[in-house]
């Protein structure tokens, strides 16, 4: 069974940085997409940044510039490492796994709190 486990959310300073991880098991790695959405309250998930099996990159214009997605296939993990935090960077993080004509997977997420 797949399954995906977040870590490294926490409370920050603005301007500071967090380093979130997500480690899979049960699954075929290096095969995956992999994902960081997050959820604000009484707003809808939003896709944050991407990673491709390929190692190709896509980032929410939001935090261009400011976050890194990038994975480590012989740990399968991703990380999300996140400088320059701002208060309205303050969500639940949650970590995606999609594949073609596969089952998509989520994490239960991570909290970042961002304090002015």
């Known amino acids: 069974q797949v399954q995906l486990v977040e870590s490294g959310g926490g409370l920050v300073q603005a301007g500071g940085s967090l380093r979130l991880s997500c480690a899979a098991s049960?699954?075929?790695?290096?095969?995956?997409?992999m994902h960081w959405y997050r959820q604000a309250p009484g707003n809808q998930r939003e896709l944050v940044a991407g990673?491709?099996?390929?190692?190709?990159?896509n980032y929410a214009d939001s935090v261009k510039g400011r976050f890194t997605i990038s994975r480590d296939n012989a740990k399968n993990t991703v990380y999300l490492q996140m400088d320059n935090l701002k208060p309205e960077d303050t969500a639940v993080y949650y970590c995606?796994?999609?594949?073609?004509?596969?089952?998509?997977?989520w994490g239960r997420g991570t909290q970042v709190t961002v304090s002015s």
């Open positions: 990673i491709t099996r390929l190692d190709t990159t």
């Open positions: 049960g699954t075929i790695f290096r095969f995956n997409n």
């Open positions: 995606h796994s999609s594949r073609l004509g596969a089952t998509e997977y």
